[in-house]
Nanobody
């Protein structure tokens, strides 16, 4: 079992920055990758960024150059640094931990970007 707790969401103006955190606990050793997803009202959940256990990162085209995913192994925490935020980035952001057997989700954190 893996438990995930997201934090860091909030209200920010267009062009602003936020840093989301995803703190993992439980069977940390079984995690192969952690991903950030987001879901805006009325839209499907969208993959935003991925970081693997080997440190490889990947991003959706819509956030490349603006978002950075990173991790602090000592704190068992993955971060999503978001800059140049746009109103279309408004969504609930979810952390997902992928293991061989299944995926685990956090509760989500709301990000709202005002125009």
């Amino acid at each position: 079992q893996v438990q995930l707790v997201e934090s860091g969401g909030g209200l920010v103006q267009t062009g602003g920055s936020l840093r989301l955190s995803c703190a993992a606990s439980g069977s940390i050793f079984s995690i192969n990758a952690i991903r950030w997803y987001r879901q805006a009202p009325g839209k499907q959940r969208e993959l935003v960024a991925t970081i693997t256990s080997g440190g490889t990162t990947g991003y959706a085209d819509s956030v490349k150059g603006r978002f950075t995913i990173s991790r602090d192994n000592a704190k068992n925490t993955v971060y999503l640094q978001m800059s140049g935020l746009k109103p279309e980035d408004t969504a609930v952001y979810y952390c997902n931990a992928l293991t061989i057997e299944t995926g685990y989700w956090g509760q989500g954190t709301q990000v709202t970007v005002s125009s």
